[in-house]
């Protein structure tokens, strides 16, 4: 580590391997490929982890074939600075491996167990190397899982486990690999894994190193247990000494709750609570908090490669963030690394967040229904395609009912699955709109709405704010006040907070102008004494989506917007163009 106690961790999020590739333990071309992005003539590793400071490079269980190995030797061999790499492999023979440990070259080979313990030659095992570098002297130290768990496993004949777990000590830093299940495994109530790590450091007391847990996993779902076991791993053997990362293949686990969304694919750096960690964001990853755990994690699901400075004490001057990640790339299908899609942080989340709510498996089913993905399609194909209102506009309006800026609301994209709800009924209802004929898209962030209909030149606003009635009273009488030369505008609003109860016997479905209706139309050289601004319940939008039809669903929210515009006509005249 550096004088700043932290280690450059690298994670290499791939794509998980075919179950074929797996059941022949062939080889992963793929994830060579990456590795020659990184270690190769590209050199991109050097760009994640810059000067000549040394790099923990991190790939998942069964990432390798055992026929890989002398390719990403050679590139471990070639890299000329320190390096720590640790990927699995398998499911690989126990012949095959004892004739690996056989082989000679220039990387001295190692097995991590016991002598009599290594593996049987008819037997299949899951497996992991792990090369120390540095340059003109490498060696590698091969480990087997210790557990045979297959529940969520490609079912493999002949699978066997080692009995050991592998600590690699360096000058200033203790790396514990642990390959997936290892780390559920308990017995007798004690977990397996903190047990053994526990065992180990008093063994070595007047050792006070820092400690790395690195589970290698190939989950391809969300569960509590996984999440438990980085739990128990971050506090039960030495809160204060102890960072556990994990590096899990791309299984773009998503879910619409965010308890459960937050953790992503579960690759990233994980700490017990209370160690102070600074909550500052990176495009690359995303930083969340539980009452037991603080953490940094992979904020791509997709293929994946990043890394920056782990740190395992925090203070405000020199070193306040988790895991400081400056630099990501993303993974091709072939392997070579490409241009990160998370530089927009506000884009992904968004993206993101429209995925959630029509495909994860625990969104309700009416954001599944070919109306609501529909009209969330619509917002998705704008954020998409990068032109005005770009994501984070849009979401700001919808939420707030102008950009942050203005609002003052400090929106942050991290920050934008906390009103889920809210973004959920809104750019839905904005969806729906936005396809009738003579509405477009307003590409001036300044203006009020996200919409605009340029016969009329009038603004269109959906809002659906996550405060009180009251706020948005307030906002739109400042509006009144503030915007007579603006645009007529119409506001589609909801207020969805905690204090938005209306007072008992008055209908939600009210339309509030805000002030009376004049008794008579103002004729059109008539200065305004206020802004022209006509509100309109959302839950009518809301109503509309109970047609499954989409023709259906076309004509009720046509039909909503007339009437939406013949209620502007009915305060302040007619503004056709």
């Not at 990403?72 to 000329?80: I, P, T």
Request: glycine letters at 8%; one cysteine or more; charged letters at 20%.
């Amino acid at each position: 580590m550096t004088e700043q106690a932290e280690a450059h961790v690298v994670l290499a999020q791939i794509a998980p391997p075919p179950q074929a590739i797996l059941t022949q333990d062939a080889s992963r071309p793929s994830v060579v490929q990456t590795l020659q992005s990184l270690l190769g003539a590209d050199q991109r590793l050097a760009q994640i982890v810059t000067a000549n400071r040394s790099a923990i490079l991190l790939l998942p269980e069964l990432a390798l074939g055992l026929d890989d190995w002398a390719a990403v030797d050679a590139l471990v061999r070639g890299w000329q600075r320190p390096l720590i790499l640790i990927s699995g492999f398998g499911f690989s023979r126990g012949n095959r491996i004892n004739a690996w440990l056989d082989g000679n070259g220039p990387t001295t080979r190692h097995g991590g167990w016991p002598v009599g313990e290594g593996p049987a030659a008819e037997r299949v095992y899951n497996g992991g190397w792990c090369w120390a570098h540095r340059p003109g002297a490498t060696a590698c130290v091969t480990f087997l899982k210790s557990t045979g768990e297959q529940h969520e496993e490609v079912h493999i004949e002949g699978l066997d486990h080692g009995t050991s777990h592998l600590a690699i000590h360096v000058d200033d830093l203790i790396i514990f690999p642990v390959i997936c299940s290892d780390l559920l495994n308990v017995v007798a109530g004690q977990r397996v894994v903190v047990r053994k790590i526990a065992r180990y450091l008093e063994d070595h007391a007047a050792d006070d190193t820092r400690v790395l847990v690195a589970g290698l996993l190939l989950q391809k779902s969300g569960h509590a247990k996984w999440r438990n076991a980085v739990i128990d791993v971050a506090h039960a053997i030495n809160a204060e000494r102890v960072n556990v990362c994990l590096i899990n293949s791309a299984h773009d686990i998503c879910a619409m709750q965010e308890d459960d969304d937050r953790w992503r694919d579960y690759s990233g750096m994980f700490i017990a609570n209370g160690r102070h960690a600074f909550a500052g964001q990176f495009s690359g990853v995303r930083r969340f908090s539980t009452e037991q755990i603080d953490a940094a994690v992979i904020r791509n699901t997709s293929p994946a490669v990043l890394g920056g400075p782990l740190r395992w004490t925090f203070n405000g001057a020199t070193g306040r963030h988790l895991w400081a990640v400056q630099m990501d790339y993303g993974v091709d299908g072939g392997g070579p690394l490409v241009v990160s899609p998370c530089q927009d942080r506000y884009r992904f989340e968004t993206l993101r967040l429209l995925r959630r709510l029509t495909d994860a498996q625990d969104a309700p089913d009416s954001h599944k229904t070919a109306v609501a993905r529909a009209a969330y399609g619509v917002i998705r194909t704008q954020i998409e395609a990068l032109t005005p209102p770009v994501a984070e506009i849009l979401c700001q309006k919808t939420l707030f009912g102008e950009a942050g800026q203005e609002s003052g609301s400090g929106l942050d994209a991290d920050r934008l699955s906390s009103f889920l709800p809210q973004a959920a009924v809104g750019l839905k209802a904005l969806g729906a709109l936005k396809p009738l004929d003579t509405v477009t898209w307003q590409t001036d962030p300044k203006q009020k709405g996200q919409l605009y209909v340029p016969a009329r030149k009038t603004n269109v606003l959906v809002w659906c704010y996550p405060d009180s009635a009251i706020g948005m009273g307030q906002t739109l009488r400042r509006w009144r006040a503030e915007l007579t030369q603006a645009p007529p505008l119409v506001v589609f609003k909801k207020a969805m907070g905690v204090h938005h109860n209306v007072p008992h016997g008055t209908s939600k479905r009210r339309d509030d102008v805000g002030e009376a209706p004049a008794a008579t139309r103002r004729s059109a050289d008539t200065p305004r004494a206020g802004a022209l601004i006509v509100e309109r319940s959302l839950e009518d939008l809301e109503d509309c989506f109970g047609h499954e039809a989409m023709p259906a669903f076309t004509t009720a929210v046509r039909e909503q917007f007339a009437a939406a515009l013949q209620a502007l006509d009915a305060v302040g005249g007619v503004h056709a163009a």
